[in-house]
């Protein structure tokens, strides 16, 4: 079965920590950072490598700075068995 690994990047200079997008991930990636941008904002960061690539954080986004990658991971295929009588 293949499995879908994603990550985000995040424009930090053009976040503006509005938090939407820490609300939108259902898997807890993106937290607000202590530390602020050029523009004096607490900008948003992945915390955890749980992405799934749903795209909702991007979506969410008013400011459209997160960017969405996908890997898809295919794992091979068992090898087929036959059953012969052996005499
Ligand atoms: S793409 Fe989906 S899973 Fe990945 S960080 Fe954004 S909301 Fe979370
Ligand atoms: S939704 Fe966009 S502007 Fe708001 S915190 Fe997340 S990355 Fe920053």
Redesign the pocket.
């Known amino acids: 079965m293949a499995k879908v690994i994603g990550k985000i990047i995040?424009d930090i200079e053009?976040?503006?920590?509005?938090?939407?997008?820490?609300e939108s991930c259902p898997h807890d990636c993106?937290s607000?950072a202590d530390t602020i941008n050029a523009k004096g904002y607490q900008?948003?960061i992945m915390v955890n490598d749980h992405c799934t690539g749903c795209v909702n954080?991007a979506l969410?986004?008013?400011?459209a700075?997160?960017s969405v990658y996908r890997k898809v991971v295919r794992e091979p295929k068992p090898a087929k068995i036959k059953e012969v009588e052996i005499s």
């Open positions: 995040i053009h976040c503006k920590g509005c938090e939407l997008c820490v993106i607000i900008y948003a954080c969410v986004c008013p400011d700075v997160i």
